[in-house]
């Protein structure tokens, strides 16, 4: 059987199809095709299950006549819009389309009326295969890393050779991330070696945090209450590619994320992981999967979530749900 998967998405969506294209593979022997963009193709390089990818961000004439070459038993359409429909009617008549959830999402943002699916996405897909006799295998998501990126234990500080928390500062929107002083204040919480994740955009909110650890003034720890000063910071924000931050994650006693690409590769190394949850909300069906994990949101408030994705500010100002959020957890010595 030969089917081909067109999705598009962050790295962590991504991540999300990765359970669907392993089953196919062991239950069915399928011969595994994707069309996805360009910049994803990479998080699929060193998948054993994946046989070939395609640009998705190609012309769709140019699409139809390459894909259609290929004569796809089935096609698993989970982007679903008007460019994947016109590629997928060109090649096959057998095509499982996933009925995207936008509409629900926007009235849930706006009206808290919640008819979101009450399943993670990862088994809304498996769901879709079901015509093709699929059972699925509960193993959770994949995530490969080229043996040149994985991060040797002596690369690290003395100080974190013999175990660390990673706390992955990065995330697609500003209200998806705690503010620094609330950053300060989980670091110090932590009472762990930490390292901090994240690209280059997050370098100087890293820097920031490392600063403080080292040489924070009393006015500045005065204004975190209980703060212990007890962190010991290693900045890996920028100096790291993607790859090479993921091995991080894999070999971390515990994961601290926001909602983020992050969290889903600390789920596919089924990590001890603490999720911290600022506009968006686990309703939306994408909290870690098949992994440990621990949720850290404001409950309390009826302006939550405002987005699926996020924006640069509160819209209401106050920026409650990572203000106020509170962090409950215990990391054994």
Known sequence: ???????????GETLLTTPIIRILKTER??????????????????????????????GILFLRNRTKS???????????????FLISRANSQNRLAFKNKRFKRWLYTKTRINLLPK???????IDLLQPLSIKGDNLGLDFYIPEKDEVENNWLPKTHQHGYAAVAINAQHATRKLPVNRLIEL??????????????????????????FEQGTPEEEEAIEGLNKKAIIFNACGKFNFNQQASLIKNASWVFTYDNDH????????????????????HFG??????????????KLNCRPCAFGGYSNCPKGHFKCMNDVTFDFYLPD
């Open 1 to 11: 059987m030969k089917v081909l998967i067109i999705h598009s998405g962050t790295i």
């Open 29 to 58: 022997d399928a011969q595994i095709h994707l069309l996805l963009p360009q910049e994803r193709m990479s998080i699929l390089n060193e998948n054993p299950y994946c046989d070939k990818t395609f640009d998705l961000d190609a």
């Open 70 to 84: 290929e004569e796809y038993d089935w096609i698993i359409d989970l982007k679903n819009d008007l460019k994947s």
């Open 119 to 125: 399943k993670h996405l990862v088994d809304q897909y």
């Open 187 to 212: 670091c110090d919480r932590i009472n762990k070696p930490i390292v901090l994740i994240g690209g280059d955009k997050e370098k100087g909110t890293a820097t920031e945090i490392e600063t403080f």
């Open 263 to 282: 969290m889903h590769i600390a789920a596919a190394f089924k990590k001890q992981l603490f999720s911290i949850w600022g506009n968006t909300t686990p």
């Open 286 to 299: 994408m909290y870690p999967y098949r992994t440990q994990f621990t949720v850290f949101e404001n409950n």
